[in-house]
Structures are given as C-alpha cells and as structure tokens.
C-alpha cells in the first residue's frame, strides 16, 4: 500500500488544513485550486479549529473490507463552525448518545491498517468535548 | 441533430450466475438483442462496466466483448460512471446517433459481482464516493446513504418503516418480471424488523448486488423506418453532475445534479414531470428514490417518503415506479443498471409489460453514480 498516497495528506489528515478563498471569504475542507462558491483560484491554506456539530451520524455493523475490526462504528457529517462539512468516524462515543446537533470537537485516531505487518493510517475523528481541565 | 430509435433489446436474467463470466453474460445478451432486432451488424457498440477490475481483475471490456460477440474490428468503448455507467453507455450511443455519424449502435451494461464476498464488494462499490475524504474513514455507499436517510429522518419527522414502501413496491413488481432476481413480495414489518446494515437502513432496503447483462439497440430514423413496429424514440437524453462527496453537497438532502439532469431532459423532450407516466429511478436505496422523486418534481421537497406511503408509486398510482422490479426488486448489477431501466422502459412503451402493464405515451429512466454525482436521464416515447 502506497505510503506517498497518505504521506502527502498529512495536513488535511492531522491539522485539518483546508482553504479560503481570498477573493469571497469562504472556507473549504479540503483546500482546492477553485473555489466553489466564485471559482476564483485565489484560494489559501486554512486551519481549521476541530470543532463543529453533528449533521447527521449512522452506526456502521457490515463494513467494507480493511475496517472489520472497528465494528460497530459511528460514520458522520458534522458541520465545522467556521461552516463547511466534513464526514468522520465519532470516537469515545456511546453508540447510543449520539444525537444530531451535537457538540464535537477533532482528535487525531487510527483510521485503518494495511495488514499485520502493514502500513498503519492516522487521521481526524471527532469526539465529544473534554470538559475544561484545571489550568 | 437526428432523431434517435431503440429497435431491439435483449438480457440475461439477474441474479448469482455461478458459471458465466461477465464476458458470457454480455455475449448473450448482444446476440439476444440483436437477433430480436433482425440486425447482423453495427457501426459501434458502447459497454456500460462499472467495476470490472475491482471485482474480476478485467478492465478494457469493451473490446473483449467486441471481439467474443463475433463484431470484428468495430468501433468498440467503455463507459465508467460507477452506477450511472449502464446510463452512461446509452448517453454515448445516444450522441454516436444523433449526431449523424452511426447508424446502428449496441449499447450493453453488464457487471459481474458474485466472484467476490460482501465487504470486498463494499469496499469495491466505495470507489464510487471520495476515496480520499469518504471511503477512508471506513464509509460504505450503504453509511453514505444512512447519512442521508436519517437526516431526512430528522428533518421530516419519519420513523425508518415508512420508508418501507419503496421495496414492497419494488418486490411486489419483481414478482411478475421473469429476469428479476427476487420474485417473492415483501411486507413492511419484514421490512422493519431486517437487521441493520448502517443504522437507520436495514438489509431490506439496499438493491443487492448481483450479475447481469443487458443491450439494446439504437438506430437512426433512416433504418428505424424499416422496422414501423418495434421502434420506440429516445426523445431526451441528459447528464448532468454534482459534488462527489455529500459534504460539499449545498444541501445534501436535495440531488442537485438529479434536479439539473431531469431539467435538461424536460427541457429537450419540451414536457414537464407531469407528463411522465412510468419512472424508472435509480432506487439502489429508498432514500435515493425519494430523493429522486423530488428532484424530478414528481414530490415537493420532503414530500417524497409521503408520496409512496400514499400509494402513488405503485403500478395503480399517480407516478409508477420500478415497474418491472427497479435496482430492488430485479436485482442491481451496477454497471448494467441503466440498461436494464431502458430494456423494461421499451417493453412497457410497447405494451409488452404483461401484468405489470402501464398505460403511458412517456417513460423516464435515471441511472445515478455514487451518492448522486452523476445522473444520467432518458425519455422515451412510444411511436403509437
């Protein structure tokens, strides 16, 4: 399995590093050439801030084959505060409390692994928001 | 441009077949269709083939067909849209015809699904979402679509059984059509009570994989004029796409590509939803065929779910739909799909839909990639 095909989207995988377009302000994960909202190609690197709220969420019991081990899952949309949607595992999460409209915040998780012996594969979940330690 | 005719068809039935590969199964229904048609040769033939290398390890299809259905030398392609790829293929033919320069085009879909087991087809179906930002995360089409179904859920205030009426339909039309895979009817409390696949959707909801072919023939007017009572005219033809993945959809809940393709098609054919009288949608899920159903104005916004549980899908219903079984109830072979929709359309133009017979001048098929991607639609009209 191809290590350049996940090497080179570090940024979006492990710092949610996605776009604005300079020319009408709006934010797009992933970064593109061509903004989709004016298609001006005036478009940024970006950092999100990992929170948002579930759009809507679903529990996965048959998956495809290479993600068997994370059954059942939690697969969903959540719309990140700065607005666009991004679709994610929910991690640390009770299958049953989970509702549309919650508060979630990104940590960085084991997407998948090729094989015993193969690559292992980092990137966002989202989970819901520790409560405020003591400084 | 000149005016495009479908003058034969031909398909294998739907199901596991074991012992045919996807090449047996194109070569029969080519020779099917093209005996059924009275025509020895053609100028082109297109092949619709969504997933050819991820599911047997055969890319290039088309001249591999070309070559074992005895069609030396001819114009030979392969058209790959994931779902939409059956629909794709007669889009081709479609432009191949209209634009003056084939007189006589093959147009087949075929897939072979069976060689391999439930979650590598998953994963091979996926392919059809965005493999970077979707399928990574562990999303099958089926979770995409759970995405979808318990969203609308949420917004209209409908529990997952009444969705049910999408594949009792669909199951209850099956049962009469001889190539459907399924020929027993379902109820909603089997519906109900399947177990889950992605919540909210359950085994019974999703058009289960399966092989199949199926052809048909185009023709221009010239040679269609040769055969007065068979001829059945493609009046609109459109494709039109949206964003891959559904979180760079505007409004997930509304197909806006499906909206955008049914629009030219209306526009082409100068009718309006309302002059449709059987619609063949791509109902791989019953979210997507109430997310059809309103993109194509057939349901207003949200209204879609509550037109089935209305009855009006129904053969007997303001707006029939999967007349002969649809992705459901026939089976869904992916690549072939499209075919098959424009194969069942011809039979009920022609009055050849037996017990499920629709009395209508205007059939409309969609054929949908992915998540909704690419929609491809057609509009046929019958000659008498």
């Known amino acids: 399995m191809s290590l350049a095909k996940h090497w080179r989207l570090q940024d979006q995988r492990y710092k949610l590093i996605g776009g604005q377009c300079e020319a009408c302000g709006v934010r797009l994960f992933p970064q593109r050439q061509v903004c989709p909202q004016c298609k001006s190609q005036q478009v940024r690197p970006y950092e999100f801030g990992g929170e948002g709220r579930v759009y809507s969420y679903t529990v996965v019991y048959d998956a495809p084959a290479g993600y068997e081990a994370f059954i059942p899952y939690v697969a969903a949309l959540v719309r990140l505060d700065e607005g666009p949607m991004i679709t994610a595992q929910l991690t640390d999460v009770d299958l049953n409390d989970v509702q549309i409209g919650m508060p979630v915040e990104m940590v960085t998780r084991r997407l998948r692994q090729y094989g015993e012996e193969g690559l292992i594969v980092y990137g966002y979940k989202f989970r819901k928001p520790l409560p405020d330690q003591p400084a | ?384």
């Open chain 2, 1 to 384: 441009m000149g005016r495009v005719y479908v003058i034969g068809s031909g398909q294998t039935p739907v199901g596991e077949h074991w012992d045919r590969s996807a090449r047996d199964l194109a070569v029969a229904s080519i020779l099917d269709a093209m005996q059924g048609a009275g025509i020895p040769e053609a100028d082109a033939i297109y092949v619709g083939n969504a997933l050819g290398g991820e599911l047997t390890g055969q890319e290039h299809v088309a001249a591999l067909i070309a070559d074992f259905a005895g069609l030396d030398g001819i114009e030979a392609l392969r058209v790959e849209a994931a779902g939409a790829s059956g629909g794709a293929a007669v889009r081709m033919g479609y432009l191949a015809v209209t634009s003056g320069l084939k007189d006589i085009v093959i147009v087949t879909g075929v897939e072979k699904m069976s060689d391999l087991a439930g979650p590598a087809v998953e994963e091979a179906l996926v392919t059809a979402a965005d493999e970077e930002y979707e399928a990574i995360h562990g999303l099958s089409l089926v979770a995409l679509n759970a995405l979808l179904m318990r969203r609308y859920m949420y917004e209209h205030g409908l529990e997952r059984r009444d969705f049910a009426h999408f594949p009792v339909n669909a199951h209850r039309n099956a049962s009469n059509n001889e190539h459907a895979m399924f020929r027993r009817p379902i109820t909603v409390d089997q519906y109900e009570n399947a177990r889950l696949v992605a919540d909210p959707i359950g085994l019974l909801d999703p058009a289960p994989a399966a092989d199949g072919a199926a052809t048909i023939i185009l023709c221009s007017e010239k040679v269609a004029g040769t055969k007065p009572d068979s001829a059945v005219e493609i009046i609109a033809s459109a494709v039109a796409t949206d964003a891959i993945a559904l979180h760079d959809r505007q409004n997930p809940l509304f197909l806006q590509g499906t909206y955008e393709s049914a629009r030219r098609a209306y526009a082409q054919a100068g009718i309006g939803p309302d002059d449709i009288g059987v619609y063949e949608p791509h109902d791989a899920f019953s979210i997507m065929a109430a997310l059809s159903l309103e993109a194509c104005g057939f349901a207003s916004e949200g209204q879609g779910v509550r037109l089935a549980m209305d009855g009006e899908i129904t053969l007997e219903g303001r707006i029939p739909i999967c007349t002969m079984g649809g992705l459901k109830g026939r089976g869904y072979p992916v690549g072939a799909s499209g075919v098959y929709q424009i194969v069942e359309l011809v039979q009920q133009l022609r009055g050849d839909a037996g017990a499920n017979q629709v009395d209508s001048r205007l059939g409309m098929a969609q054929s949908m990639g992915g998540s909704g991607a690419t929609t491809v639609t057609h509009i046929l009209k019958s000659l008498h």
